[in-house]
């Protein structure tokens, strides 16, 4: 296919470093991988994710987990699983 059009996108310049040095990880390029992203959209005739604004017991959980309150360590899966009951 022969690749001719050009995709400007202005983005913060610490989300692109960041975001570069994971797709480099996957051994991906940014062209790559906005090139995989578009593909899944004409795919799934849609986002390739779920997008949805979370309800608030979800959103109140999130802000939980990101400050570092109410958290659980395990020393594995298994042992988060006996602790869980499952």
Known sequence: MNKSVIISA?????????SEKILKGLGLSTTQAI??????????????????????????????AIAGVDLTQAESVDALFTDLGI
């Open 35 to 64: 090139t995989l992203y578009l593909k899944q959209i004409t795919l799934r005739k849609g986002l390739p994710f779920a997008v949805a604004i979370p309800n608030s017991i979800t959103a109140k959980t999130i802000e939980s």
């Open 10 to 18: 202005r983005v913060d310049p610490q989300l692109k470093q960041d």
